[in-house]
């Protein structure tokens, strides 16, 4: 469960005028401090889509905005768990007494330990073991827990607002891990998508999960989905922006036509770059007008 407040010193707006943050990287630090994804450690699962979706903004500036700041040590993420590290947290937010310490257990559990932050972060705790449980932190240093696959206890928290992206990208990719490259590059055609009224997938089913599966594989993972998908929102064809034959005209691009393997390498290879014909021309072989984009 989220915190129901968090400190946010006044001496943070001098800070982020000393580092000279853009506006998006102040937006973005503000809101790890307090976004109710936030817990008391200042390690918690917030995946870039997430990110996205609650600042109304797109995955790459996100990218942008996080890189800033993890240039300047305010934080660590790490994109294949989708957790994030503020190191500095626990200075603005300090664990109170021992009770405290025992309420916030079952979150230092959780944190994974293949996190390439994970002893960076264990450090962070350690300055603070006497507000813990005798033997807590030794346990964590350790690496004793539950049987999870990475060795810590697999916790499972209430993740409230977790569950309002259910009218969003979390909704649509089926309550898929938003970490999964999968996930990802579903979320990412429905933001390229929302940009130009191109048709929206409401559910990432096992036929789109096998398709999209396939394109990360053969062709780069998601930085090859990224660069098909600025191919296509640069494409006069698939955006709608130069004219189409009669029988194509109302056709929108989508999902299950760019995730067809001929239809993707096409695209890659600057298939649909090209103007259209003029309206009434003969149609080349092969063409839209011939038939299938």
């Given at each position: 469960m989220s915190r129901s407040y968090n400190i946010v010193r006044p001496r943070f707006w001098a800070w982020a005028k000393e580092k000279e943050l853009s506006a998006g990287a102040r937006e973005l630090a503000l809101y790890c401090l307090t976004s109710p994804h936030t817990n008391g450690i200042g390690c918690f699962r917030l995946p870039i889509a997430y990110i996205a979706e609650d600042l109304g903004t797109?995955?790459?500036t996100v990218r942008k905005t996080v890189s800033e700041l993890s240039k300047i040590g305010f934080l660590h993420h790490d994109d294949s768990t989708g957790?994030?590290?503020i190191p500095g947290f626990l200075d603005h937010n300090p664990i109170a007494n021992l009770n405290v310490g025992k309420s916030l257990m079952s979150f230092v559990e959780a944190v994974p330990r293949k996190a390439p932050f994970y002893k960076a972060f264990l450090l962070v705790i350690e300055r603070t073991a006497e507000r813990f449980p005798d033997g807590f932190v030794d346990r964590m240093r350790n690496g004793i827990g539950n049987g999870s696959p990475n060795g810590m206890p697999?916790?499972?928290?209430d993740?409230?607002?977790d569950h309002e992206h259910d009218a969003g990208?979390?909704?649509a990719a089926g309550e898929?891990?938003?970490t999964d490259p999968v996930a990802e590059a579903f979320t990412l055609y429905r933001e390229a998508a929302k940009?130009?009224?191109w048709s929206i997938p409401r559910k990432l089913d096992a036929d789109r999960s096998k398709a999209l599966s396939g394109i990360l594989k053969e062709w780069g993972g998601l930085d090859g989905w990224r660069e098909a998908l600025g191919k296509a929102e640069a494409s006069g064809f698939l955006t709608g922006k130069t004219p189409r034959d009669e029988a194509h005209k109302d056709w929108r691009c989508n999902l299950d036509f760019l995730t067809m393997p001929k239809k993707f390498r096409r695209l890659m290879e600057g298939g649909y770059g090209g103007d259209m014909p003029p309206p009434g021309s003969a149609p080349a072989r092969g063409s839209?007008?011939?038939?299938q984009p």
């Open positions: 797109v995955s790459a957790w994030v590290f697999t916790h499972e928290h993740h409230e607002h990208a979390a909704e898929a891990d938003l940009r130009h009224s839209w007008a011939a038939g």
